[in-house]
């Protein structure tokens, strides 16, 4: 696939980033794209390799290696190549509904695989694929598609995240009414709010939501079911649901001085910075409760990185983020082949533009809080915190992390941001429906397919699998809708 010689003749390339003194200073997206002409010259890197774990999505080493969604990466990067834009569309189309997401804020399973990654670097599959959506949206090929003939089936989805617009889309395609309940002011779940606008701006959302309803998909927002509308109300009105509302329940730090005014969890924060951005339209900035403090994130992984590049935008004084675990190698261990999913060290934008402005990259390794401190007035002003370090239970084999003694300090601090991650569903949506919980608090649903205890509903996304990427929230969404349509024809025969 590609050009047989390309690997050999052409490096790797991306698009521009704008420097992080730059980029700092608005909201913006900063990844730009390369020229058709310049991408197509990515695409001939793709060799023939003969084994291309790149569209594999299997578990390797116990992670997943290569794309959940089973794109025909070389089929696509083939296409790119010879500059057959609207065939890589098309291709891309029969596997994916949502690109416009994932090459924008996917870790790239599928590069992580490359073959050509084993001894250079990868085909910019990412990239390529962000290229070939933006191509077709540019070149009127993104259409709205109302089915020509409707089932008489109505399908409510709870939820507007990535699992709950695949899901639609793939309904919708069917002949199936689609409704989408969402509990937010605007749709889009995770997408509109969870991923800071400079990650993905949310005009992108907004234009994938007028396809969905120009297509006959209809949105309903600010509707919290379980509250607003029971669950038996919404199974009297439609012939299945599907529930699709994510891993909402944040993992808290129950910790001395946790009830001090100024400490949020990571999801509520982001949610109010992007939503007083767009109540705005972007005119305003809202940092009175950023500018100027002294912000310690809790958390390593990209919400806590999202956090870092957010408060950094409004104003901090200083940026601390703390990293439970060590810190990871350079290079992949012995014990990490690949084409096994990387373990080293990734150092993302926000820890980047933490590195531009401060001076030095934010994250302590090894670090957890014991304590907060407040002020007279209720205010967190400070936190304990105390080294980690790896131990060994003899009992159960696993490796802990434990405190060192001796080891703890004080660290200043007028901004809490809580993202160390997510315990499960919140559980009020599978009561009104009357569902069990898994023990990790996930709606429990029958083994290796997505129906809950009543056959008439469904779970998929994180709500099903836990806390997780975009792209595996995609491949569930249509996943189960595939069960959903099979359940209601007796057949599925997707489109």
């Given at each position: 696939?590609?050009?047989?010689?390309?690997?050999?003749?052409?490096?790797?390339?991306?698009?521009?980033?704008?420097?992080?003194?730059?980029?700092?200073?608005?909201?913006?997206?900063?990844h730009g794209?390369?020229?058709?002409?310049?991408?197509?010259?990515?695409?001939?890197?793709?060799?023939?390799?003969?084994?291309?774990?790149?569209?594999?999505?299997?578990?390797?080493?116990?992670?997943?290696?290569?794309?959940?969604?089973?794109?025909?990466?070389?089929?696509?990067?083939?296409m790119?190549?010879?500059?057959?834009?609207?065939?890589?569309?098309?291709?891309?189309?029969?596997?994916?509904?949502?690109?416009?997401?994932?090459?924008?804020?996917?870790?790239?399973?599928?590069?992580?695989?490359?073959?050509?990654?084993?001894?250079?670097?990868?085909?910019?599959?990412?990239?390529n694929?962000?290229?070939?959506?933006?191509?077709?949206?540019?070149?009127?090929?993104?259409?709205?598609?109302?089915?020509k003939?409707?089932?008489?089936?109505?399908?409510?989805?709870?939820?507007?995240?990535?699992?709950?617009?695949?899901?639609?889309?793939?309904?919708?395609?069917?002949?199936?009414?689609?409704?989408?309940?969402?509990?937010?002011?605007?749709?889009?779940?995770?997408?509109?709010?969870?991923?800071?606008n400079?990650?993905?701006?949310?005009?992108?959302?907004?234009?994938?939501?007028?396809?969905?309803?120009?297509?006959?998909?209809?949105?309903?927002?600010?509707?919290?079911?379980?509250?607003?509308?029971?669950?038996q109300?919404?199974?009297?009105?439609?012939?299945?649901?599907?529930?699709?509302?994510?891993?909402?329940?944040?993992?808290?730090?129950?910790?001395?001085?946790?009830?001090?005014?100024?400490?949020?969890?990571?999801?509520?924060?982001?949610?109010?910075?992007?939503?007083?951005?767009?109540?705005?339209?972007?005119?305003?900035?809202?940092?009175?409760?950023?500018?100027?403090?002294?912000?310690?994130?809790?958390?390593?992984?990209?919400?806590?990185?999202?956090?870092?590049?957010?408060?950094?935008?409004?104003?901090?004084?200083?940026?601390?983020?703390?990293?439970?675990?060590?810190?990871?190698?350079?290079?992949?261990?012995?014990?990490?082949?690949?084409?096994?999913?990387?373990?080293?060290?990734?150092t993302?934008?926000?820890?980047?533009?933490?590195?531009?402005?401060?001076?030095?990259?934010?994250?302590?390794?090894?670090?957890?809080?014991?304590?907060?401190?407040?002020?007279?007035?209720?205010?967190?002003c400070?936190?304990?915190?105390?080294?980690?370090?790896?131990?060994?239970?003899?009992?159960?084999?696993?490796?802990?992390?434990?405190?060192?003694?001796?080891?703890?300090?004080?660290?200043?601090?007028?901004?809490v941001?809580?993202?160390?991650?997510?315990?499960?569903?919140?559980?009020?949506?599978?009561?009104?429906?009357?569902?069990?919980?898994d023990g990790?608090?996930?709606?429990?649903?029958?083994?290796?397919?997505?129906?809950?205890?009543?056959d008439?509903?469904?779970?998929?996304?994180?709500?099903?699998?836990?806390?997780?990427?975009?792209?595996?929230?995609?491949?569930?969404?249509?996943?189960?809708?595939?069960?959903?349509?099979?359940?209601?024809?007796?057949?599925?025969?997707?489109?």
């Open positions: 696939m590609g050009k047989p010689t390309g690997f050999l003749e052409y490096e790797r390339r991306n698009g521009q980033i704008t420097a992080p003194a730059d980029r700092i200073q608005n909201f913006r997206e900063f794209m390369l020229s058709w002409e310049e991408q197509r010259l990515q695409g001939a890197r793709c060799m023939d390799c003969g084994v291309p774990f790149c569209q594999a999505g299997v578990t390797i080493g116990g992670m997943v290696s290569g794309c959940p969604l089973h794109n025909l990466v070389p089929e696509i990067n083939d790119v190549y010879r500059g057959n834009w609207e065939q890589a569309y098309i291709r891309l189309s029969r596997t994916h509904c949502l690109p416009e997401f994932t090459s924008r804020v996917c870790p790239a399973l599928c590069e992580s695989a490359c073959t050509c990654g084993l001894h250079a670097d990868p085909v910019s599959t990412r990239e694929e962000r290229a070939v959506i933006e191509y077709a949206f540019a070149h009127g090929l993104v259409n709205a598609r109302p089915p003939v409707r089932t008489g089936k109505r399908v409510a989805v709870v939820g507007s995240g990535p699992a709950g617009l695949a899901a639609a889309i793939q309904l919708n395609r069917r002949g199936h009414s689609v409704t989408i309940y969402e509990r937010n002011d605007r749709p889009g779940g995770l997408l509109r709010y969870g991923i800071p400079m990650k993905l701006e949310k005009d992108v959302v907004d234009r994938r939501v007028r396809l969905m309803e120009e297509s006959g998909i209809r949105f309903v927002c600010n509707t919290n079911i379980g509250k607003d509308v029971s669950g109300e919404l199974l009297k009105q439609y012939d299945r649901v599907l529930l699709a509302c994510g891993a909402g329940t944040p993992r808290d730090i129950a910790v001395p001085g946790r009830d001090a005014l100024g400490i949020w969890f990571a999801v509520d924060f982001l949610t109010m910075v992007t939503r007083r951005l767009l109540d705005s339209n972007f005119s305003g900035t809202p940092d009175e409760p950023v500018r100027g403090r002294r912000v310690l994130v809790i958390g390593g992984g990209d919400t806590g990185n999202d956090c870092v590049g957010t408060v950094i935008r409004l104003g901090a004084s200083s940026v601390t983020q703390l990293e439970m675990m060590p810190k990871a190698p350079e290079r992949c261990a012995q014990n990490n082949p690949w084409p096994e999913w990387p373990r080293v060290l990734k993302d934008y926000g820890q980047e533009e933490a590195a531009s402005v401060f001076g030095c990259d934010p994250r302590i390794y090894q670090t957890t809080v014991t304590g907060f401190k407040k002020d007279p007035k209720g205010n967190v400070g936190a304990r915190l105390v080294t980690l370090k790896p131990e060994k239970d003899e009992t159960t084999g696993r490796v802990n992390m434990v405190p060192v003694e001796g080891s703890e300090k004080e660290i200043p601090a007028d901004l941001l809580i993202a160390a991650g997510f315990l499960g569903s919140e559980p009020s949506v599978a009561e009104a429906f009357g569902l069990k919980l990790r608090m996930n709606v429990a649903t029958q083994a290796d397919g997505y129906r809950t205890g009543n008439r509903v469904f779970a998929a996304g994180d709500m099903r699998r836990g806390q997780s990427l975009v792209v595996w929230a995609i491949a569930e969404g249509r996943e189960a809708a595939r069960e959903v349509d099979e359940s209601l024809m007796g057949y599925s025969n997707p489109v």
